[in-house]
């Protein structure tokens, strides 16, 4: 092959040094004035050396060369021979192209600039900020409830990036979120997974992360991906939370993202609510109130101030704070026994307001023993739930409702989808039969017996889009509700969605409760981001093998229409081994957004409850 020769070389030279950019172009150019300014001034002073009048030397010359360089126009004004005119237009004219140039040079590097600062290209430079990694309609839960927790931390941000455009990103969000108050919010363009573009973010001072499970095919290849890039690279590693589809995944990702990570079963989070839903009506909204931010909320306190005490004492310890277990160093215990002692290496588990908020009681309980009743809740009896449609995580819910049914209960799925009642092999409770029905169909639905059953599940149907699939579960619901009026039956109803602004429109069904799979999520992840440690408390919430949330009629705890204490109410349900958080009003039961639900009132509150009443509680089932 032949040698490269001298002018290929010093082509591929200047062709180089012109591709570095604005920089060096500006130099190029810079070089050809100086030029341009000395064979000017050089030619000036050989074909004119007496002109123009008055130049005292060849510095002088030099000078008047540059000013016509740079202004054009002087040349109007000069008078001299023709050699002199000449030159000095060969200047002005070199002169025009060059600042011409400059100009435009200057103009396009700014351009790229700001362009490349609207992409969101820039490196951060914040400290203590909390960042999420992808994009997903949980984004704006996540958003939403970050800037309410941080409405007390002046300088507070919040960084997002995703592979999306920085403006209509920062637009979306804003949007829909509303007023940030104190919090700022960052946007940057670029791919999770490609550690080039994580290093924008700046994790090494980062508060934690947030991984989301973006929307589309195999979600969970995508974050165990951005878990890889996480643990692979160089610096501090903040504590990240992630959400994950698939509970066959979670072994893979735990594996990818390593001991930083903590990770949310999205299905099986999601599956456990809407059991614990369909047998409890208006355990979503308990739920949701303790994961938002805008009503109670988990704390940990320190135990030293209660060291001494039992756990039924400390039920009474704080005013305006509801007491249901403690961390202990073994692990998170909710709704102890009542003789179980705290110590001062313990951490007691409390709802409140807030911290600020978490006082001390100042005097002994009002407790109107007269009024506490001593009836145990009836026992469980075989019952009967119909579960219409059919999705990927159905079959989970039917395992995790076996868990919970006695011997002998029955769970019918009504619904066309092919995939219907298959592997569910190995229940030990439960009856299952399938029947071929198209669940928005009226007559469909009149001809399975719905007022046999005690529980009704209207799940989403994965065949379609969140979108549409939402319009079919709120026709099924609006067909349900017509008939419970028309026919005078009673049974629960709870149903999946996936928009939170579908949630309105189905409130004219009132259904029990309502499940937003992507909201629970969101908030759930939220809560994490800011304290990770709240993980084994919600774990035990929605896990049926401990404590859970029940709300149980109140004449099984004081007599009806009598008023009292909450003191009163959360020492009967201490007598029974069970810890109150609130109670229920049932004539508020279908109106938004609390549902008639109030958890964690002071404890000198005085109430009285009727018939139809309920007293919140976490208990053994």
């Known amino acids: 092959m032949a040698r490269a020769t001298f002018r290929e070389r010093a082509r591929y030279w200047f062709d180089n040094t012109m591709s570095r950019g604005t920089a060096s172009l500006v130099g190029w150019l810079a070089v050809v004035s100086v030029a341009l300014i000395f064979v000017v001034t050089g030619l000036t002073l050989w074909l004119a050396p007496d002109e123009p009048d008055g130049a005292s030397g060849p510095g002088e010359v030099l000078w008047i060369t540059l000013m016509h360089a740079l202004t054009p126009g002087k040349l109007a004004s000069d008078k001299g021979s023709i050699a002199y005119m000449a030159v000095m237009f060969a200047a002005s ?248 002692l705290v110590t001062g290496a313990d951490q007691v588990i409390v709802i409140a307001q807030d911290a600020v908020g978490i006082r001390p009681a100042t005097r002994e309980p009002d407790v109107d023993a007269g009024a506490i009743v001593a009836d145990d809740c009836p026992a469980l009896q075989a019952e009967r739930t119909l579960l219409l449609n059919w999705n990927g995580r159905a079959e989970q819910i039917i395992r995790y409702l076996d868990a919970y049914v006695v011997p002998g209960a029955v769970v019918e799925i009504a619904t066309d989808h092919p995939k219907a009642g298959a592997d569910l092999s190995g229940l030990r409770n439960l009856t299952v039969n399938v029947k071929d029905c198209d669940t928005t169909d009226r007559y469909a639905l009149e001809s399975l017996g719905v007022g046999l059953f005690q529980h009704v599940i209207v799940l989403s149907d994965d065949r379609y889009t969140a979108h549409h699939a939402d319009t079919r579960t709120l026709m099924t619901l609006l067909q349900l509700r017509d008939m419970q009026r028309t026919l005078g039956e009673h049974y629960s109803i709870v149903s999946e969605m996936h928009e939170e602004s579908n949630r309105v429109l189905a409130e004219v069904t009132e259904a029990d409760d309502i499940v937003i799979s992507d909201t629970v999520i969101g908030l759930l992840l939220a809560q994490l981001a800011q304290n990770r440690h709240l993980a084994d408390v919600f774990g035990q919430l929605f896990d049926p093998r401990g404590s859970e949330i029940y709300p149980r009629p109140a004449c099984s705890y004081v007599r009806p229409g009598e008023k009292v204490t909450f003191s009163t109410i959360v020492e009967a349900a201490r007598r029974k081994g069970e810890t109150a958080i609130g109670y229920r009003d049932a004539s508020g039961r279908n109106t938004p957004p609390h549902y008639g639900i109030v958890l964690n009132p002071p404890k000198s509150r005085s109430v009285v409850l009727g018939e139809n009443d309920s007293v919140i509680v976490l208990a053994e089932r």
Request: net charge negative; aromatic share 4%; glycine share 10%.
């Open 93 to 340: 004219l070199g002169g025009l192209f060059i600042v011409s140039m400059l100009v435009g040079l200057l103009s396009n590097g700014l351009r790229e600039k700001v362009d490349r600062l609207r992409r969101g290209r820039s490196r951060i430079v914040e400290k203590g900020h909390t960042v999420v990694l992808g994009w997903s309609d949980q984004v704006f839960t996540i958003v939403s409830e970050l800037v309410k927790a941080q409405a007390g931390q002046p300088g507070s941000v919040i960084a997002v990036l995703a592979d999306r455009d920085k403006l209509d990103m920062e637009e979306e969000i804003r949007d829909h979120v509303g007023d940030f108050g104190r919090t700022r919010l960052v946007c940057r363009t670029g791919r999770p997974t490609e550690p080039h573009d994580l290093a924008l973010m700046n994790l090494a001072t980062a508060r934690s992360v947030v991984v989301l499970s973006p929307d589309g095919d195999d979600p969970d290849a995508h974050v165990i991906k951005i878990l890889l890039a996480l643990a692979k690279r160089e610096g501090a590693h903040p504590p990240a939370v992630a959400a994950i589809t698939a509970s066959r995944n979670i072994a893979a990702a735990r594996l990818a993202g390593g001991d930083e990570v903590h990770l949310v079963d999205s299905d099986d989070t999601a599956s456990q609510l809407i059991v614990q839903s369909s047998r409890q009506s208006g355990m979503s909204v308990v739920c949701m109130d303790l994961l938002n931010f805008d009503g109670g909320e988990v704390y940990m306190q320190p135990g030293a101030d209660l060291a001494g005490r039992t756990y039924g004492q400390a039920l009474d310890a704080y005013e305006n704070a509801s007491v249901i277990g403690l961390r202990k160093p073994s692990g998170v215990v909710l709704n102890p026994p009542m003789d179980t």
